[in-house]
Structure formats: structure tokens, C-alpha cells
Nanobody, 113 residues
Framework: QVQLVESGGGLVQAGGSLRLSCAASGSLFSIYAAGWYRQAPGKQRELVAVILRGGSTNYADSVKGRFTISRDNAKNTVYLQMNSLKPEDTAVYYC???????WGQGTQVTVSS
């Protein structure tokens, strides 16, 4: 059974950094693009960043220049480095193998002002 497990969330002050990890149980990220999404209370889930199989990346305008998505195919893991965090980045962050049904359980990121 395929599983995605996120980790690395937590509470951080504005301006701080966190690094999220998403580990897949199989070689999912060698086959599919990987995406990080987030959902804040009362809001819809939104795409934060995506990394394609070839390594190309795309970011939401709100995180460009602050967040970096990367992958380690040998470890079947995708990362999201988040710098210069803002209170509006507070949300539950999820990873996904794009175009599949496979989602992680989510990890809470809270940024205090």
C-alpha cells in the first residue's frame, strides 16, 4: 500500500524557517511529479509548489523567492524549504503525487507574529 508521510511542521516566529519532508513508501516520486499544498482554516486547499519528473519547479506567487521544493529520488522523498515565513503561511501542509489519489496526512505549520 502506497503511503506518503509528511514531517517537519511546527511553530515558528515570523521570519523563521522550516523544512518539510514527504516520504513515499515506494518509488512514487520517480514516476510522478510531486506537489506541496496547504489549507488554512476556512479556506480552500491551494497549490504551493510542484516539482516535475525532470526537476522543473513552479511556485505560487505568494511563496516565490521564499520557498524551495526539491526531491531525492534515492530516498523517495520530497522537501519544501520554507524561509522568511509569514503569519499568512499558517496552514496544514500536504504533499501529493500529482494526478494520483495519494496524499499525505498533513503537517501543521504555525507562524506567529
Amino acid at each position: 500500500q502506497v503511503q506518503l508521510v509528511e514531517s517537519g511542521g511546527g511553530l515558528v516566529q515570523a521570519g523563521g524557517s522550516l523544512r518539510l519532508s514527504c516520504a513515499a513508501s515506494g518509488s512514487l516520486f520517480s514516476i510522478y511529479a510531486a506537489g506541496w499544498y496547504r489549507q488554512a482554516p476556512g479556506k480552500q486547499r491551494e497549490l504551493v509548489a510542484v516539482i516535475l519528473r525532470g526537476g522543473s519547479t513552479n511556485y505560487a506567487d505568494s511563496v516565490k523567492g521564499r520557498f524551495t521544493i526539491s526531491r531525492d529520488n534515492a530516498k523517495n522523498t520530497v522537501y519544501l524549504q520554507m524561509n522568511s515565513l509569514k503569519p499568512e503561511d499558517t496552514a496544514v501542509y500536504y504533499c501529493n503525487a500529482v494526478s494520483t489519489i495519494y496524499w499525505g496526512q498533513g503537517t501543521q505549520v504555525t507562524v506567529s507574529s
